[in-house]
């Protein structure tokens, strides 16, 4: 019945007390005993040498021990410790066949050996079976009294709390039944157990704390082989299912699970070894620790190349991907539970411990592509509330309403999504992400909302630009009494008008009333602040726009009509009027009248500019001064003037000086008329002629001196009246004039005496008669040309008045 393949026997230990790693790795894997867990069974065998233990494992385990041949004499065969599969016990019982205690070979060193082993036995094995001859029961001397001293020694150092079955087979039972040979064992081993040195705690502790004693016996498998095998057979019952409660293996307490087997065995071998004392709890703490954290190590890395996991954390890297959360915990799932069913033996703790320790690992493994998945459905979200909240506004909704619902909307869609990747292992959450899109959602909002308000702010100044500009440069072109009430209701009414619909525009906006009130005033400050600029604008060009108004009424008529100087205009009043006006665009240009205030620009201009030349005037400035010596208006502030005084004043005169060229021109130009329409002599020497009567008339023309000395009294006299009459007082050049004209006729007069003197120092002789009309072309040359020399010899801006007054006489 022996079948050796499938005990698969393999050396444990050997001769030299070597550990078979290898080996027991190997014949774990056949017998597949790591897949048992707890369900397996250890039996080992001791006794004295070749007493027959290997043949009864093989008949009673069906294994394939090595036996000693009987006809070769009596020999150590088995060396060390050696283990095989029982064949067809359920469930898997592995049976370790020790070396015997009392061989011939080993001498001293035995002993040692002998105890090493029984602890190893003892602590590896649920059954533990001592082989021994029946003749040795009762004997003081027997063989195996120092074998089970060994073992009860030993025992003390397991402080295991397990109860292991010593099984006595007594080998060649006589004739003597077992009921009669069972109590003289028991007594035996009970005077053994007394005998033995216990440790304190143990001092009182009966043997069956620790012991299951079990007594069989066998007959001789030499001389009754047939009896030997039936009792053999029925022995070999009792080791089915022994490790069920009541069965020969059923205190389970001290097992270790199958897949530590192994390590454990080779551990408290180690520690055997080491005469160290064996903590078989302990140990299986140990055991627990190492095997968890081998099978946790394996999970992790089976994991960690597992190709679906792979490929995953690839595409995570480049999107998101569907389902995450599922995959993930499903494959995380899978390694777990294959943990936990490889683990779940081992002490409960530290499996835990362990198995927690793995979670970790993987989480951690796993926590990236967890994180990336995040960041993905992050920016998308993020990304798609941008796009929906712009197609929102475009459609034209509010502002406020579209950017709310836009954010709840992707903000739900976030939790959704979140929803598809969580890992429930892992409670991460998803908050701070969920934070940090809420600010970013709230950071865009914020930006949109600040463009929007700028672009609606903007449309409505560009509005108030189109609809103030123009009318206002307009307004200050045609400057007059009208033009600032026209201009302040204009800017009322474009304000009104944009301040509303910037009003109603930001209902959408759902802001604060301080806000909306601050960026109506805004719009409110602009447009004023655009009319201001527009008229700072025109006051920049103000000189430019008296010269056009100068000459537009100045040269042209009341009908638009260019003025042709015939004479008979009064270039006098129409210089006035013109300077009028345009003293009138400086005055109106010359400060910001947005607030209904009144001021004295105007008359302050004009009786310091116009009407500077009146007695009145001139009084009124000696005794308080130059108005217009001031950089500010009195009752307009710094900020609303344009021109200060000063500037008006060097603005008017400069005006003058460019203006006094037309008016000199269109003098110039009537007298050309006249000069060239009127041939005849002027009525006065017309008038002469007839009063003074011919014969009058020619002896003056025959003494010319008086003639000469008539016409420079003449002159004087009209000099002075011009003097007079402007001024009323004898100022400003009437005197130089006075002069100039005597010095300019001064040499005439002497030429004219002097050629006298030269024709015979007698009285005037008659000259030929002269043809009184160029006489009276070369007097009304003589008018003209001191005119044109009154005009060339003033300088003051004044003079022009001067002249249209001395044209017009
Ligand atoms: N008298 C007697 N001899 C037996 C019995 N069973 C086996 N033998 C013989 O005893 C000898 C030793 O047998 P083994 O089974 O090799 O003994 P063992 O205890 O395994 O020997 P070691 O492993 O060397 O310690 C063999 O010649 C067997 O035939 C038995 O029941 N009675």
Redo the contacts with the bound molecule.
Sequence with gaps: MVQGDESCSTQLIDGDGNFNVEGVAKFMEQVKLAECGLSYAVVSIM????????????HLFHTN????????G?????KGIWMARCTGIEPTTVVM?L??TD?RERGEDDTAFEKQSALFALAVSDIMMI?MWCHDIGREQAANKPLLKTVFQVMMRLFSPRKTTLMFVI??KSRTPLENLEPILREDIQKIWDSVPKPAAHKDTPLSEFFHVEVTA??????KEEQ?NEQVAQLRQRFFHSIAPGGLAGDRRGVVPASGFSFSAQQIWKIVRENKDLDLPAHKVMVATVRCEEIANEKYLKFASNEFWCQLEESVQSGPVVGFGKKISSLLNTYLSEYNSEAIYFDESVRSAKQKQLEEKLLQLVQPAFQAMLGHIRSETLDKFKEALEKALSNGEGFSVAAESCTTLFMDQFDERCKDIVIELGKWDTFKVRDKLQRDIEAHVAAVRAAKLAELATLYETKLNEALSGPVEALLDEAGDGTWPAIRKLLKRETELAVFGLSTALKGFDMDEITREKMLAKLDTYARSLVESKAKEEAARVLMRMKDRFATLFSRDSDSMPRVWTGKEDIRAITKTARSSSLKLLAVMAAVRLDEDRDSIESTLSSALVESGSSAASKRSLTMGDPLASSSWEEVPSSKTLITPVQCKSLWRQFQTETEYSVTQAIAAQEAHKRNNNWMPPPWAMVALVVLGFNEFMTLLRNPLWLGVIFVAYLLIKAMWVQLDISGEFRNGALPGLLSLSTKFLPTIMNLLKKLAEEGQAPPTPNPPQNPIQVSKSIYNGVNSSTAFSSSASSEITSSDDRVEHSSS
């Design positions: 006794g004295p040498q070749s007493s027959g233990k290997s043949t009864l494992l093989n021990f090595r036996e000693m041949d009987a006809y070769k009596r020999s150590q065969t088995t066949d070396e015997g061989g082989n080998r060649d066998l007959s001789s498998y030499e001389e030997f």
